[in-house]
């Protein structure tokens, strides 16, 4: 398996996270099997070399789009794939999907959306480049140019301004505060932040402090109860049910290397 990041454009930083690709090439017989863990960042994904299937929680097998987007989501989902695999994406900052496609992030959050379902000719266009390109880098190109065309004004920046907040507090930050920083009510101000990143308040900020404490985990240096703690998890269970819940594992489970699946788990921002 080669798994590769890229840095975007300075002039797209402020939409698109980082690009990524996963390349590899299963032995006969075998099964690979990709976990997704909960996300507050949707993704545009496009399979240039073979599929992955979804094994959705009842255990049944679906068919997986060819280029689409996966929503930002707080739940988990698992892929397999059998043969040769080619994968690229584009993690998108939480509030892109206004931005880019004009509609609602609830109509996005914890959804696999064909994209040209939603684009038409132009996700036709973008699907036959981005599939036939003859590399990533080649890849990165064409997406920049889609984004850079696809881009619009967002109607309440103070929305776009509080959730970078939450991610620079890495989730620990009070709802009555962010509403009063928006200059709204409560009540508007959890409407237009749903409708920016497909959750409520409180849900984003339960997930940007789950990844943040993910990624900042280090064995070596703090216990987990410790790491817990410095995240604002007061109590230990809760700290274990909100793991759990996005990720699929008990905390000690999936730190011990206890997890019997390969995970896909993106950088917070």
């Not at 009842?58 to 994968?87: L, V």
Request: charged content about 20%; proline content about 4%.
């Amino acid at each position: 398996m080669k798994y590769f990041s890229y840095k975007p454009p300075d002039n797209l930083a402020d939409i698109v996270h980082f690009y990524w690709s996963l390349e590899g090439k299963i032995p006969y017989g075998q099964m690979y099997v990709l976990r997704t863990m909960a996300n507050f960042c949707p993704e545009l994904i496009f399979h240039y070399g073979g599929k992955f299937m979804e094994i959705t929680c009842k255990n049944s097998i679906e068919t997986t789009f060819i280029t689409g987007i996966h929503g930002q989501t707080d739940k988990i989902r698992r892929f397999f794939a059998t043969d040769q695999y080619g994968i690229f994406g584009v993690i998108l900052h939480p509030y892109a999907i206004p931005l880019l496609f004009g509609i609602s992030s609830l109509e996005t959050s914890n959804q696999l959306i064909d994209l040209p379902s939603i684009l038409g000719s132009d996700g036709e266009m973008l699907t036959e480049q981005m599939l036939t390109a003859q590399d990533n880098l080649t890849r990165i190109q064409i997406i920049n140019q889609f984004i850079k065309k696809k881009l619009r004004v967002y109607k309440r920046p103070e929305i776009i301004d509080v959730t970078r907040l939450i991610c620079r507090e890495n989730g620990r930050v009070h709802v009555k505060r962010m509403a009063e920083q928006a200059f709204l009510s409560q009540r508007q101000f959890e409407r237009n932040f749903k409708e920016l990143t497909g959750f409520s308040p409180k849900t984003f900020a339960r997930l940007v402090r789950f990844k943040s404490l993910i990624n900042n985990y280090n064995q070596d240096d703090k216990s987990l109860t410790q790491v817990a703690y410095d995240f604002g998890y007061y109590d230990q269970s809760h700290f274990i049910r909100d793991f759990k819940s996005f990720s699929g594992y008990t905390p000690n489970t999936y730190f011990s290397g206890g997890a019997n699946e390969i995970f896909y788990a993106p950088s917070a921002l």
